[in-house]
């Protein structure tokens, strides 16, 4: 199999790779690192074709203290954002703060142009106050979704999930979620094996799907549990084509069928049949990029069985027919 990590086997030709960040007083850094570290980090192993980086804010020439005191330069000033075809929000000062008129006018004149517009946490406020979110489907951090929902009425929002990608639009819940945002975007552009190299290198799963919930009760399970259901997880990803019912899972971590249904959901957010289509459908997204294999041998290992159950779960999750997201995402290495 030819090697797909660099850009140049991109699934997608960007014709604009200009990335801008917006740096603000009160700068959340964490949110501002996340997009520093994924799109402005050096990466010689990507090709030539690899995102042009920029920090810009509204005054360049006055000194900007994050959320903890830090002090941040910038590159230049919002005239960055007219010239960028991906514009990272890393959240806002304050839901509550208004947000400057030059900003929004320059913010609607990108989006015009067809930059990408992409926020973290509480950055979906800022798109919000440009009226650039009307029909798009919005998250932000569960602690402020109801202030989001109250602001703004007439937006879509999405609470529970990691992130939303609708094109143009893509907004994620707090801090980590915006990590998987990022992810999701090099994934977009590059295809898996781009997507999954900076996760390496980031030491951070490589795909978390973007309805997952943004957080559930026991995360990480108690030791004696996560001994158990750990190896679990793992087996039953490397082995996606077997036949897994609730009763052989149980029997395999050694518990009573209503007590792992029970820790299972505790550990995860979600039941096992849900946890385990979501990583076929996975499995099939990357098979359908990175491989010439039809629909019906993806089926068959990705432990569906048949093309139409692949299909059915496929549109169910991702909104689209498996044939046309392999025609819009196939790695060029495996297009005609």
């Known amino acids: 199999m030819p090697n797909t990590t660099s850009a140049n086997s991109s699934a997608h030709q960007i014709q604009n790779r200009n990335v801008a960040v917006l740096a603000y007083d009160g700068l959340c850094l ?3 690192g996340v997009c520093c570290e994924i799109f402005g980090l050096k990466r010689p192993e990507m090709g030539n074709d690899w995102y042009s980086f920029a920090v ?3 005054e360049p020439g006055r000194p900007l203290r994050a959320s903890n005191g830090v002090t941040v330069a910038v590159d230049g000033g919002i005239d960055l954002l007219e010239t960028a075809g991906t514009i990272l929000i890393p959240g806002w000062s304050g839901v509550s703060d208004p947000v400057p008129e030059d900003l929004i006018e320059v913010l609607r004149r990108a989006h015009e ?3 990408r517009l992409l926020t973290i946490c509480s950055g979906v406020f800022v798109l919000a ?11 932000t951090h569960w602690r402020y979704f109801d202030a989001l929902s109250a602001k703004y009425p007439d937006l879509i929002t999405v609470p529970n999930v990691l992130y939303t990608d609708n094109g143009q639009i893509l907004t994620s819940a707090g801090s980590a979620a915006g990590i998987d945002l990022c992810l999701h975007l090099i994934r977009r552009d590059f295809g898996p094996a781009a997507a999954n190299s900076v ?12 309805g997952q919930a943004q957080f559930v009760d026991h ?6 549990e996560a001994s158990r259901l750990s190896p679990l997880f793992e087996q039953i990803r490397t082995n996606l084509a077997d036949t897994h019912t609730i009763k052989s899972l149980a029997q395999k971590v050694g518990m009573s069928e209503r007590t792992f249904l029970r820790r299972f959901e505790s550990a995860t957010g979600t039941t096992p049949a849900r946890w385990l289509t979501g990583l076929r459908v996975q499995k099939a997204k990357d098979l359908l990029e990175e491989s010439l294999l039809s629909i019906d041998q993806i089926a068959e290992q990705t432990g569906f ?3 139409a159950t692949l299909r059915h779960h496929f549109r169910e999750i991702l909104g689209t027919a498996p044939t046309t997201y392999r025609r819009l995402f196939q790695s060029t290495s495996f297009q005609a």
């Open 30 to 32: 964490f949110e501002f």
């Open 56 to 58: 810009t804010c509204l």
């Open 113 to 115: 142009k067809g930059a």
């Open 129 to 139: 106050a440009c009226g650039l979110l009307d029909g798009h489907k919005v998250t």
């Open 199 to 210: 996760a390496k290198r980031l030491v951070v799963p490589p795909h978390r799907e973007g």
């Open 219 to 224: 995360s990480v399970p108690p030791p004696s």
């Open 305 to 307: 069985g048949t093309a």
